[in-house]
């Protein structure tokens, strides 16, 4: 839709007005579909009431839609929506009717009062001991071949807490074994950072790019560093498959996902000792109360800290709880 026609006035037009808006502002694919879906399903159920036009929404609709999706939504496996979705599906109605606002389509930001639903602090499940991680490495190592490109990803995912979607975006130009460091072009909000990689893991890489790369190249394969047997990008799922894989069979956990490996690096570094501002930087979080979820996380360092330095933890005669 050309900027310069006439103001959109159909929740539909105004939808179609906004992605365009989206995309003119360099917001990825990905993310502009799932704009779509929240939206489109909201202006389906505004349809579905007589509400056709951007004007007629305001806080009571919304809010009476919260409840709807609340009540009707479920999530993947059937179970009733979580609160973190709904916090989405609201924050989409939000932004998109404060950015109509923003581009002079409606005369007044209609929701600007409207309180989205509480953001839930969930503590990550699926964090790994040390020994736990080096157990599922090991177990690539005894898979020939195959075993040498597995092994390099899951010693690259620990050693750079890297997203799963950063993961499989990666390229061999941006690694830089010089300065043991890796660049994440597109990392969450298409945001641009460098993050350490450790001596083992370049190992991998350097063993990976030698001895496997080379044969699974096709003539339309680009740099992404990690191939599947046809020669494309490894696929989202495909890593997910290979990461869960090996968790299960180690018998560290039932199940298994890239984020266990990313959630464990980011814990040992805190329990190590690493400054939680340095943590934030490393996994790309754009706001640092995302990383301070790992001080609940490191539990285990805590008991070690309140066993050394807390009176109250002494067991001896003249303890201030004897």
């Not at 989405?88 to 923003?102: Q, S």
């Not at 581009?103 to 309180?115: S, T, Y």
Request: hydrophobic content about 35%.
């Amino acid at each position: 839709m050309a900027f310069n026609k006439a103001k959109p006035k159909s929740l539909v037009a105004c939808l179609e007005y906004y992605l365009d808006y989206c995309l003119s502002h360099d917001q990825s694919a990905e993310t502009i579909k799932g704009k779509r879906c929240y939206l489109e399903r909201f202006i389906l159920w505004c349809l579905l009431y007589d509400v056709t036009e951007i004007k007629d929404v305001d806080i009571h609709l919304v809010n009476e839609y919260r409840l709807y999706a609340r009540k009707n939504y479920l999530g993947k496996k059937g179970e009733p929506i979580q609160k973190e979705t709904l916090r989405n599906i609201i924050t989409a109605i939000k932004v998109f009717v404060h950015k109509l606002y923003l581009c002079e389509v409606i005369a007044h930001d209609l929701l600007g009062r409207l309180e989205l639903p509480k953001k839930p602090r969930r503590l990550p499940k699926d964090v790994l001991s040390e020994p736990q991680v080096q157990q599922v490495i090991d177990m690539a190592t005894m898979g020939g071949q195959k075993g040498i490109k597995d092994e390099a990803i899951l010693k690259t995912f620990y050693a750079s807490a890297l997203r799963r979607k950063e993961m499989v975006r990666l390229k061999v130009e941006d690694i830089n074994f010089e300065k043991k460091e890796l660049t994440v072009q597109c990392g969450k909000g298409d945001h641009q950072r460098i993050v350490p990689i450790g001596q083992p893991a370049l190992d991998a890489i350097v063993r990976y790019l030698k001895e496997v790369r080379p044969y699974l190249i096709r003539r339309y394969s680009d740099t992404t560093l990690f191939l599947r047997s046809d020669g494309r990008a490894i696929t989202p799922c495909n890593m997910s498959e290979l990461v869960s894989k090996y968790i299960i069979e180690s018998g560290v956990a039932e199940s298994g996902s890239c984020c266990a490996l990313r959630h464990s690096a980011a814990t040992h570094l805190l329990e190590r000792g690493a400054d939680i501002r340095y943590i934030q930087e490393f996994l790309g979080h754009a706001d640092i109360s995302t990383t301070q979820i790992y001080t609940h996380v490191a539990i285990k360092k805590l008991h070690e800290v309140y066993d050394a330095c807390h009176p109250a933890a002494k067991s001896s005669g003249d303890s201030l709880v004897a």
